[in-house]
């Protein structure tokens, strides 16, 4: 047989072997991203959660998005590209939702918090109760900037309720969500604040003082719901049923959330599992 011949045969054939090989390979599937806008007060629990879940699915990478409630409900309102909302109060959810802009059946409740009164554990402030705020003259309160967060929409109708505002207002220390306040504080910027527990419970550099009457404010429930620009909506499912299974539930307990009645939604059905 001519040399060229058989030189043609053996490169034929490795073409074969190797269009073979490459064609036989399985194709692994890319995870997809799964979108979340979460209260910055919610940071802390997500790093321990949000593994879990990625274990539980690995077909799903999550992107988180942190920021103050408000701000991400704007954005959202603005098209941003989002999945999954999780404000630090089911209000800003409610809002989107009078607008058309969440996935219908998909609202819902899944923890609670409450707010309290702190201070700072190395410069304490000499009050010890919210009652005495009417008699003991405060420097400067933190609050959060009720213009871009939950918690500081929260304080000021606490702050009304009890009718502290107008002796309290000139003192006023603005941070920009919850998170801020707590710095504030810890800073020695400001004597005492206004927080969520679970932000405070997390912090060993501050101390609770009290805690503010149930009926002062609007109730603190984080929310939970897919948006009207999701893309992963399966995804999205996914991540709300886990949110409220037993294990993750005793996560958000032990960094200080409560447990709160489930709201009527596309997971009422949905059975919790362990």
């Known amino acids: 047989m001519p040399r060229r011949s058989l030189l043609f045969r053996s490169l034929l054939f490795l073409g074969v072997l190797t269009t073979t090989v490459w064609t036989t390979l399985p194709v692994q599937a890319q995870p997809e991203t799964l979108t979340v806008a979460a209260a910055s007060s919610l940071k802390d629990v997500l790093r321990k959660v949000l593994p ?5 699915h690995n077909d799903i990478n999550v992107r988180v998005i942190y920021g103050p409630s408000q701000t991400l409900r704007n954005q959202i309102e603005q098209g941003a ?13 409610e809002q989107l939702e009078k607008k058309g802009l969440i996935i219908q059946g998909t609202k819902r409740a899944y923890a609670g918090t409450s707010l309290v009164l702190i201070t700072s554990t190395a410069l304490p402030a000499t009050i010890a109760s919210i009652h005495d705020l009417w008699t003991f003259p405060v420097r400067r309160i933190a609050i959060g900037d009720p213009k871009s967060s939950s918690v500081g929409k929260v304080a000021a109708q606490f702050l009304k309720y009890s009718k502290l505002e107008p002796s ?3 003192h006023y220390v603005y941070g920009e969500h919850s998170r801020a306040v707590l710095d504030l504080v810890v800073n020695g910027e400001a004597e005492i604040g206004i927080v969520y527990r679970t932000d405070a419970v997390a912090n060993q550099h501050v101390r609770i003082l009290d805690t503010a009457p149930a009926d002062s404010h609007t109730p603190v429930r984080y929310g939970v719901a897919a948006v009207w620009t999701a893309k992963n909506i399966s995804g999205a499912g996914d991540f709300m049923e886990f ?3 037993r294990q993750i539930q005793t996560q958000f307990k032990e960094h200080g959330f409560d447990q709160t009645a489930r709201d009527v939604g596309f997971l009422e059905t949905q059975e919790v599992k362990p």
């Open 168 to 170: 309290l207002r000139a």
């Open 81 to 93: 590209p989002v999945d999954v909302f999780l404000p630090s109060l089911l209000e800003e959810i």
């Open 52 to 56: 879990l879940f990625e274990a539980r």
């Open 243 to 245: 949110l409220m299974t």
